[in-house]
């Protein structure tokens, strides 16, 4: 049964977005969001999908900065949680609002009638 890993990753969707608004970290400037955790059933490990406002190397400093950050986070999430075993915390780049707006640019052009350049063309 499912229901209680995604309960724990519920709350540890809003634990983390509430622990990374207190992080001092410089490399963690932007703006950070949490747009998914999952966890595994033996709640052993917890993949936390951010995405960053940022791009480039900018956006490689804020992973790398979340990366050093993991166990920090899961220290504080073990205080909130309560759980006898508290999961690793990994966090992962979430691009889906990247491609969502990629789509959404395409289908606008082809609104207007605008050409589309092909991706795989420029390779």
């Known amino acids: 049964m499912r229901i ?4 724990v990753a519920q709350r540890i969707r ?8 207190r992080l001092r970290d410089p490399r ?7 747009t998914d955790v999952e ?3 033996d709640l052993s490990l917890a993949r936390v999908y951010v995405s960053v406002l940022e791009t480039g190397e900018a956006r490689d400093h804020v992973m790398a900065g979340l990366g050093r950050a993991a166990g920090f986070v899961r220290h ?8 006898r075993e508290m999961p690793e915390v990994r966090f ?13 640019e395409i289908l606008r052009k082809l609104e207007r009638g605008e050409s589309i350049p092909d991706e795989d063309a420029e390779e």
């Open 76 to 83: 504080e999430l073990a205080g909130v949680l309560g759980l």
């Open 14 to 21: 809003r634990e983390i977005s509430e622990i990374l608004t």
């Open 28 to 34: 963690l400037h932007a703006m950070v969001s949490v």
């Open 4 to 7: 209680r890993p995604e309960r």
């Open 39 to 41: 966890v595994t059933n």
């Open 92 to 104: 992962l780049l979430d691009t889906s609002l990247e491609k969502g707006a990629r789509v959404d």
